[in-house]
């Protein structure tokens, strides 16, 4: 019987984001033979700084309604730093993606892997595994300004606004908690940490009301819950301690980029953002710029958001040699750091995005 095809909306984007992508993907093709998995066939689709200094538009005509037909999009990186808009933010088509497609569940796993550089002496530190469950289509980047949302006063005020809602908490508290019995189910304490400032904001205790209203429904998981800036505190004091954190849109996006600092650095930060529908993969790194074009980038953020997306994928097809290729595509990066095989450029090594590549390929 032939293989169902697999349908990716392909968005490479500026930057380093073209070469980690074409690495993610080569990564995946051979996990997929290796296991006998389905064939992934691709919708290329233009969108990006580069894009928008050519055309004047951030994404191809019809590129959205493109993207939403697959059966999950991956983008590699998007953004330069001298191509904005006038009021000099950036090119961020993506955000537009998440908006449309409600994607509201950033997952950001934070992991880390044997002879990375620790960033804390505490050798418990080598212990540190856990995600960031990131809300990614409103709280305060309800009102980015690619939304046009920010009700500006004159020239003497502007309101951004924080928004939750019960519908989208509800989903991403639910969200949280299965992903924490999933850890579980793999050997981790099954806990799931509620960031927020509900001391302080309304808004930030209504998301703990939904948060304690969900956890009702799973006794199995154990409740948390920290103040953002306790967080930030614990991240550095206590990172070894957390199992899976669910948060507001802001306050995921700073806390995650502070999370990947502790375990290396931004080229290991894969990221997933599922909807009811379809679901986004890409590193939760930018394009890079400084040394995009040098052969310098670590893909392995793109190839463990690629392992995310074949997650994914398995999920919605019920294939299992999709998840047999994510988990092999994890376990040949853990055994590679470990043997000191992948020696990445970012970390002082002597590998590029081509060398880890091969290994990669090699090993697989
Ligand atoms: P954005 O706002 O889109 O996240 P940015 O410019 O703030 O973009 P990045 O593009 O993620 O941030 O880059 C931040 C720093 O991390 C840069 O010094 C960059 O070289 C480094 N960096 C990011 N991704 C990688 C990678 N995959 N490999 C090596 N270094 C990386």
Redesign the pocket.
Known sequence: MSQPTIQIALIKGD??GVD?TEASFAVLEAALKKTAGPRLSYNEIRAGAGYFSETGDDIEPRGEEAAGRADAIFLG???L?AVRHADGT?ISPHLRLRDRFQLYAGVRPVRAYPNTPRRLSDPRAANIDLVILRESTEGLFYSASVHGRSEVIDNREVRDVLRITRHTSEKLHRFGFELARKRKQNGSRGILTCVDKANVFTSMAFFRQIYDETAADFPDIQTDYNYVDAQALDLIRRPWDFDVLVTENMFGDILSDLAGGLVG???MAACAEIGDETGLFQ?????????MGQD???????ILSGALMLEYLAQKTGEAALLDSAKLIDDVIYQGFAENRIR???FGGDMGTLAITRELLSSI
């Not at 310098?296 to 793109?302: C, D």
């Open positions: 930057g380093i980690v990186a998007i953004g730093p950036e650095g931004m080229g590193p939760a790194h930018g394009s890079a710029p400084d040394i310098r980038a670590n893909p392995l953020a793109a990445p450029a970012e």
